[in-house]
């Protein structure tokens, strides 16, 4: 009889230890279905310069229309395909999305050439309300006069990785779908932020605009950058 005592005790420990494997794995799939205004910050920098620079490229905010949670849809699709995966990944590892890899999937494009496309989204929270305020105004996306406080070396990366090219000797910005009084609060902060000299260039159709990074300014440039761009991005600013 008392030679059954260890191994009850092992069996009442192993049911202990799947009791609470299976009351956490409830925890974290309640957790996961909260709602949004239960969800919120704080979010530190390097969260932001994620996202703000992802807004400086292709990202968009998503306001629910009650108001009650906000969240960021980042697509990218081609060659940048490997960028988002990236980016993903810097978003889940954070817990601000889910796990699961975006689904690519693939478009016609120009000459039948067929195209990869990828996509995901953050969770929302009411936390992320006050960046959709700062950043839309009447649904258009502006570039907020405080871009300089989130415009970090992150930040910038990211922007570039999504919006540069290079361009002889110097680095384009795609900037065509802001205003031109957002370029110059952009130009500004990239001076007063990395003392980097840019201009704004007319470019297309009229009231379109890019912001060229001179050649005087490549190089250093490419130090503040090189660290947080993957290989595949990288050829933008060698």
Request: include cysteine; glycine fraction near 6%; proline fraction near 3%.
């Amino acid at each position: 009889m008392y030679e059954l005592v260890p191994q009850m005790y092992s069996l009442y420990l192993n049911l202990f230890i799947l009791l609470i494997r299976l009351i956490s794995k409830e925890v974290a799939s309640k957790v996961r279905r909260l709602k949004c205004i239960y969800k919120v910050g704080p979010h530190n920098i390097d969260v932001l310069s994620l996202i703000f620079g992802s807004l400086l490229g292709e990202a968009q905010v998503e306001k629910e229309i009650s108001g009650a949670g906000t969240r960021i849809s980042f697509c990218q699709e081609g060659l940048h395909v490997k960028y988002i995966l990236f980016l993903h990944k810097m978003f889940s590892d954070l817990g601000y999305c889910n796990p699961k890899l975006p689904v690519i999937t693939t478009r016609l494009g120009g000459k039948g050439k067929t195209l990869k496309i990828a996509r995901f989204s953050t969770w929302t929270y009411t936390s992320f309300n006050w960046i959709h305020d700062l950043w839309y105004e009447n649904r258009i996306k502006r570039v907020p006069e405080c871009i300089d406080k989130y415009l970090t070396p992150l930040a910038l990366a990211i922007w570039i990785s999504e919006k540069g090219s290079k361009v002889g000797k110097g680095l384009n910005i795609s900037t065509n779908s802001f205003a031109y009084n957002d370029c110059l609060i952009l130009v500004k902060a990239l001076k007063d932020n990395f003392n980097l000299n840019a201009s704004i260039r007319l470019v297309g159709a009229k009231d379109q605009y890019d912001i060229y990074i001179s050649q005087e300014s490549l190089e250093d440039l490419r130090k503040i950058v090189y660290p947080y761009m993957i290989p595949e991005i990288k050829h933008k600013i060698i």
